[in-house]
C-alpha cells in the first residue's frame, strides 16, 4: 500500500518520461528496416522493454548504449533484419518463436500484422494474466481477409499463433477507431501484394504512418467526410503500398503526452500549483484531453517547438477553478488513456461530466469503466458507469480513502493524483504497476511537491 497524502501546491518543471507508443514502434520498425534505427530517448519500463526482448527473440540486435539525456530514456541502436530478411529466427527454425509480450496490447496487436506475411515460420505471442484478457480478434480478422494464417484462444483471445502466409492487400473499414488495429494492417501492408488501405471511424494516433514515412514506406492519409445526414464525423482513409525495404535513421522519442497528462491533471486540480512540462509530445492526434481541459476552464499554455517527425512542446499548466464538459465519441480516441483523469477532473468541476462512445475503455489494462468508477467512488466522487463511458457530478472535492490499481499503471497513477488532491489522502494498493509506462513516477512527483 502506498500512500498519497493531501498536497500543497505543486511547483517546478519537469520532462515527461519518453512516449510508449512511439517507443514500441521505433523497436518494431527498426527491426524491420535495413539500415537500423537509432532511438535516443527509448523508454526504459516494462512495456517497451518486453518490445526489445520480441525483437532480440525474432532475431534482431539490439544494442543498449545507457541512459540518455532525456529521464526515464535510453540510448538503443536497433539492427534491421529486414522486412522478411533471412536474419529472421522465424525463417530459420521449425519450432514456433514463442513471444512473450508481458504486459504491453500495443506489441500483441502490432507485432502479428509483421508476422503474418513472413515467408515461412510461426510466432506464438502470449503474456501476463492482463494480456490474457485481451482481445486479439480485432487485428486477427482484417489479418485473415489478408490471407493470414492466424488463430487465437477461444476465438479472440492470446495466446496468438500466427503462421507465416502469403498475403493481399485489401481495403478494411474498422469497426473500432483504434491505432493499434490500423497499425498491424498498415505493417501487414507492406508485406502484402497489391495496396493496403484503412478506414478509420475517427482519427486515431498517426505514429506509425509517421515513422513508416520517414523510413522510406509510401503511405498516405486522406481526410473524407461523411454525409452528415448518415450521422457520419470525420473519417480518414490511409493507404499504403508493399515495400521492397525500409531504410531506417535516427529518432529522438519525444515525452509522453498521456504520461505527462498525471502532472498537468494534479497541477490543475491542486490548489496554487504551477507546473511547467517540458518536451512533450503534441501529436495533434494524441492531445484530445489538452482541448477537453481548455473547455473546462483550465489555464493551460501550450509552446510548439519545430517539428520532427513528431512535433514536440513545453506546456505550462496552473490550478483553476473548472466547469463541466462532455466529452462525444470522435474526441475519445484522441484522449483514450486520458479518460481516467478526465473523471478525476469532473469531480473537482462545477456540474455534470459526461464521457460517452467511450465503451473501448472496457479493454485496456482492466475494465477502466468499471475499475475507475469504482475506484473513484470509493474516495467519495458521485460518478456513474454507463454502457459506454461515465457521469461525474462534481463535487469541487474529494474525501480519499482507498484504491485498487488492480495491475493497471493508469489506475495506479489515477489514484495517486486523487490523494494529493484529497482531503484525507489516498492509499494506492499496487503502485508498482506504475512501471509499466512511467517508473520514474512517485519520484517526479515528489520534485513537485
Ligand atoms: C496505443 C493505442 C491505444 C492506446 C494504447 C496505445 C498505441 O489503443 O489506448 O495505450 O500505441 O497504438 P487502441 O488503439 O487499441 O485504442
Redesign the pocket.
Known amino acids: 500500500m502506498t500512500r498519497f497524502d493531501p498536497s500543497g501546491p505543486l511547483r517546478g518543471e519537469l520532462r515527461a518520461p519518453p512516449d ?2 512511439i517507443s ?2 521505433a523497436a518494431l520498425i527498426g527491426a524491420m528496416t535495413e539500415g537500423g534505427v537509432e532511438a535516443t530517448g527509448y523508454l526504459d519500463a516494462a512495456d517497451t522493454r518486453s518490445t526489445l526482448d520480441a525483437v532480440r527473440a525474432l532475431g534482431g540486435q539490439v544494442e543498449e548504449a545507457g541512459a540518455s539525456d532525456a529521464p526515464g530514456g535510453i540510448d538503443v541502436r536497433i539492427d534491421g533484419i529486414g522486412l522478411c530478411g533471412p536474419g529472421t529466427r522465424l525463417a530459420d527454425q521449425d519450432d514456433p518463436v514463442a513471444i512473450d509480450v508481458g504486459n504491453a ?2 506489441l500483441l ?2 507485432l502479428p500484422g509483421w508476422l503474418a506475411g513472413q515467408p515461412r515460420g510461426t510466432g506464438v505471442l502470449d503474456g501476463d494474466e492482463s494480456i490474457r484478457r485481451r482481445p486479439v480478434d480485432r487485428v486477427a480478422e482484417p489479418l485473415r481477409e489478408m490471407g493470414a494464417d492466424v488463430d487465437c484462444r477461444d476465438g479472440r483471445l492470446p495466446p496468438l499463433t500466427v503462421n507465416a502466409e502469403r498475403l493481399h492487400g485489401i481495403s478494411y473499414r474498422m469497426p473500432i ?7 498491424c494492417v498498415l505493417l501487414a501492408g507492406l508485406l502484402a501484394e497489391g495496396e493496403t488501405q484503412v478506414i478509420e471511424p475517427a482519427p ?2 498517426d ?1 506509425t504512418e509517421r515513422l513508416l514515412a520517414a523510413w522510406g514506406a509510401r503511405v498516405s492519409t486522406e481526410d473524407l467526410r461523411t454525409l452528415p445526414t448518415l450521422g457520419g464525423g470525420p473519417t480518414r482513409r490511409i493507404t499504403i503500398e508493399p515495400a521492397e525495404r525500409l531504410t531506417g535513421g535516427a529518432l529522438q522519442v519525444p515525452g509522453d503526452f ?1 504520461s505527462a497528462a498525471f502532472m498537468l491533471v494534479a497541477a490543475t486540480v491542486v490548489d496554487g500549483s504551477r507546473v511547467r512540462l517540458e518536451g512533450v509530445g503534441l501529436n495533434p492526434t494524441r492531445i484530445g484531453l489538452l482541448g477537453i481541459l481548455t473547455r473546462m476552464g483550465a489555464p493551460i499554455e501550450v509552446e510548439e517547438q519545430p517539428e520532427g517527425i513528431e512535433p514536440t512542446g513545453a506546456i505550462l499548466a496552473r490550478h483553476g477553478p473548472l466547469e463541466a464538459t462532455r466529452v462525444h465519441s470522435e474526441e475519445v ?1 484522441l484522449a ?2 486520458e479518460l481516467p483523469l478526465v473523471a478525476l477532473l469532473g469531480c473537482f468541476a462545477e456540474g455534470t461530466t459526461v464521457v460517452s462512445g467511450a465503451e ?1 475503455l472496457r ?2 489494462e482492466s475494465d477502466r469503466i468499471a475499475t475507475v468508477v469504482d475506484g473513484l467512488r470509493g474516495l467519495g466522487a458521485e460518478i456513474e458507469a454507463t454502457e459506454d463511458g461515465f457521469v461525474v457530478i462534481g463535487t469541487g472535492g474529494l474525501r480519499g480513502g482507498r484504491l485498487a490499481a488492480h495491475g493497471d499503471h493508469r489506475l495506479a497513477m489515477l489514484g495517486a493524483i486523487a490523494g494529493l488532491a484529497s482531503r484525507d489522502g489516498v492509499e494506492v494498493e499496487g503502485m508498482d504497476a506504475a512501471a509499466v509506462s512511467y517508473p520514474g513516477f512517485e519520484a517526479d512527483l515528489q520534485a513537485l511537491i
Open positions: 510508449k507508443s514500441h514502434r496490447g500495443t496487436r502490432l477507431a483504434s491505432a493499434q488495429v490500423k497499425s486515431t494516433r505514429h498521456s480516441p483514450i488513456d473501448e479493454h485496456k
